[in-house]
């Protein structure tokens, strides 16, 4: 069965901080995996894209990790902003056919002052 | 990266009565969109996919008479709930697949928050 587990669920952290959010997934046959940020009431919008051959992948303060043999992945935030705060979920992506999207369940991130 | 618009952003609506949400891809055709919904504090669930020309694909436990999915041409999308209910109360958010030489990417619109009194 295709799944995406993430943890931790939630996390506080103070602002400057760094952290990390982890996902590990089951999901055949890998396509690609997605970190989205999921501001409260939004859309998520994409952070990072990672095929099979990339091991890692920056935007700005977000670098995502993804080690295909283990089937995991990590996202992490440097010197975090109250900005940061947000929900953070990992996507897989499965093709038979046509692409199929399995979402994680997400890490809710609060950032405080 | 390519641009989702949803409209409405929120809407109060009576039990009984429908409403439509619309989804555009506004700077590319999508022959595909998506349509999720979630609840607080829980992750997207795909309700269904909308291929244009053609019937939605629903997913397991959605009632298709209930969430009417119309995809009449590359860039808009719509979903009408019929009979809103309370528990139909939700945040709705529609994804457009955009197929480029590299591959594929969904773009997601801001969802619409859809509350039934």
């Known amino acids: 069965k295709n799944q995406v587990e993430q943890s931790p669920q939630s996390l506080i952290i103070l602002e400057g901080k760094n952290c990390t959010l982890q996902c590990n997934y089951t999901v055949s046959p890998f396509s690609n995996l997605r970190w989205y940020k999921q501001d409260t009431g939004r859309g998520p919008v994409s952070l990072t894209i990672m095929t099979f051959s990339e091991n890692t992948k920056s935007n700005g303060r977000y670098t995502a990790t993804l080690d295909a043999d283990t089937k995991q992945s990590s996202l992490h935030i440097t010197a975090s902003q109250l900005s940061d705060s947000a929900s953070y979920i990992c996507v897989v992506s499965a093709r038979k056919g046509t692409y199929k999207y399995i979402f994680g369940t997400g890490t809710r991130l609060k950032v405080l002052a | 990266g390519a641009v989702v618009s949803q409209h409405p952003s929120w809407v109060i609506c009576k039990s009984g009565t429908s409403v439509k949400i619309e989804c555009r891809s506004l700077?590319?055709?999508?022959?595909?969109m998506f349509w999720y919904r979630q609840f607080p504090k829980q992750s997207l669930m795909l309700m269904a996919t909308?291929?244009?020309?053609?019937?939605?694909?629903?997913e397991q436990g959605v009632e298709k008479d209930k969430f009417l999915i119309n995809h009449a041409s590359l860039t808009l999308s719509t979903l009408t709930v019929t009979s809103a209910h309370p528990e139909d109360s939700s945040f709705y958010i529609c994804?457009?697949?955009?197929?480029?030489?590299?591959?594929?990417?969904?773009?997601f619109g801001p969802g619409t928050r859809l509350l039934v009194l």
């Open positions: 994804s457009a697949r955009e197929s480029t030489g590299r591959g594929e990417t969904q773009y």
């Open positions: 909308s291929n244009e020309g053609s019937k939605a694909t629903y």
């Open positions: 700077d590319f055709q999508a022959t595909t």
